[in-house]
């Protein structure tokens, strides 16, 4: 079943050739178990499909390392699948393969409930960003989210809220003291935790003083 996919969409591919691809893992739904359905089967997919592509002007994409199959993770999706978001975008980023992204929330496991960004999770939400941020990732947001409790506008409004409200706290981290930290664990136990608890706090003052590392 998997080579017949990845052959069914290379020869598609080849039929219309010179155009990237966006594939979207999902672990189930609407079927109980769905091919390719983790981020890391979908760089497999990408990389078996590419090496399926026959046509001349795929074959010189893929010759001059364009990533002609890539991915567009989506939050939920992930979740549903068990998987830790800064670590699966970092992957899809190490392999140039994160054309585009879907935002959402969603409990691990379960159904695929699409609901507003930063709901359930926010740390996961912030983690992400961070591991998007020292990827470099400068290109576009997309929001995934099925409000059934509110208007659209304002959902999507949340959302985009909520996504620039964590950006605002990630760029807002010491982060030459945080590497540091990660680097050196013998010497820093303990210390990123504190840290960050208090970037999340209000008053951070009232939590005492958290000494600065060595750079």
């Not at 990533?67 to 989506?74: H, I, K, R, S, T």
């Not at 979740?79 to 670590?87: N, V």
Request: aromatic share 6%.
């Amino acid at each position: 079943m998997r080579r017949r996919l990845g052959e069914g969409l290379a020869e598609a591919m080849d039929t219309v050739p010179g155009v990237r691809i966006a594939f979207e893992p999902k672990p189930y739904e609407p079927r109980g178990r769905l091919l390719y359905g983790t981020t890391a089967e979908g760089l497999l997919l990408a990389q078996r499909v590419e090496g399926m592509l026959r046509h001349p002007d795929n074959r010189r994409l893929v010759g001059e390392g364009h990533a002609v199959l890539a991915l567009n993770p989506e939050a939920g999706h992930m979740l549903m699948g068990y998987e830790d978001l800064a670590y699966a975008f970092s992957l899809a980023c190490e392999q140039g393969r994160l054309a585009h992204m879907h935002w959402n929330s969603q409990p691990l496991g379960n159904y695929d409930q699409d609901l507003n960004v930063g709901v359930v999770s926010i740390e996961q939400t912030e983690a992400a960003l961070y591991a998007l941020k020292m990827h470099g990732y400068e290109e576009h947001f997309g929001i995934d989210v099925n409000p059934e409790r509110m208007p659209v506008a304002m959902a999507v409004r949340n959302s985009i809220d909520a996504l620039r409200a964590a950006a605002d706290r990630v760029n807002g981290l010491d982060h030459d003291q945080i590497v540091w930290a990660v680097m050196h664990p013998d010497q820093a136990r303990g210390w990123l935790e504190a840290y960050l608890i208090r970037q999340r706090a209000r008053r951070p003052e009232g939590l005492g003083s958290l000494p600065l590392l060595p750079q």
